[in-house]
């Protein structure tokens, strides 16, 4: 059975540091995972998909790197802004799980101005 | 940009009740989903949906639970007799194909069981 775990819970930095997110799945056989951010009460909204063959994918001042074979991806925040805080879900899509996405229990981030 | 919606944003309805969420999913695309969120804890799959039928479904999923594409725009989840339990933000997504696709989520709908 997919586990996934995000590792830390909470996160509070300054404004304008550089952060790592980390991500983990107990399950290699993945087509996908994908990054979400969620604002208190609201929706998900998508930050980068990586597919199982690619390493990283960029996306402004956020980079998403895999490495499947260890069951692991981290996010990477540069020159985080107060804009940025929220909580940060990443999701996988397994190959032995359907076409459904399992969640990690997300990453709450807090940038102090 | 295309985008997922919702509606209601907010429903609170009496333990026992029958609700129906309902969801317009982007327009091209084929694969279906809903999950839920109580307050706290992780996003949970519930049911997949495609082909006008259930490709996949939860533990979660039991009897009390119904998804229904009425027309060729609407996806709605019922849920017979609610309970307590039930109460959870609920969200719709849609994905253009299967596996290597992208899922898009609504806003949710907070459904709260009194």
């Known amino acids: 059975k997919q586990e996934v775990t995000q590792i830390p819970a909470a996160l509070s930095v300054p404004e304008g540091e550089n952060l790592v997110l980390n991500c983990s799945f107990t399950?290699?056989?993945?087509?996908?995972l994908q990054w979400f951010r969620q604002d208190p009460g609201k929706g998900l909204t998508s930050l980068l998909l990586i597919q199982s063959s690619q390493r990283e994918q960029t996306s402004g001042r956020l980079n998403a790197s895999l490495d499947k074979s260890s069951g692991r991806s981290t996010l990477y925040i540069a020159a985080s802004q107060p804009g940025d805080s929220a909580t940060y879900l990443c999701a996988v899509r397994g190959r032995n799980q359907g076409g459904k996405l399992i969640f990690g229990q997300g990453t709450e981030l807090s940038v102090k101005p | 940009e295309p985008e997922v919606t919702q509606t209601p944003s907010h429903q609170v309805t009496q333990m026992g009740q029958e609700v129906i969420l309902r969801c317009v999913p982007i327009s091209n695309h084929l694969y279906f989903y809903w999950y839920r969120q109580i307050l706290g804890q992780k996003v949970e799959f519930l049911v997949s949906?495609?082909?006008?039928?259930?490709?996949?479904k939860s533990e979660i999923f039991d009897d009390q639970f119904s998804v229904e594409r009425p027309d060729g725009s609407n996806f709605t989840l019922k849920i017979r007799s609610t309970k307590l339990e039930d109460s959870a933000m609920y969200f719709c997504?849609?994905?253009?194909?299967?596996?290597?696709?992208?899922?898009?989520f609504g806003p949710g709908t907070r459904l709260t069981v009194t």
């Open positions: 949906f495609y082909n006008n039928e259930i490709s996949e």
């Open positions: 997504a849609s994905s253009p194909g299967t596996t290597s696709s992208e899922q898009y």
């Open positions: 399950d290699s056989a993945i087509y996908n």
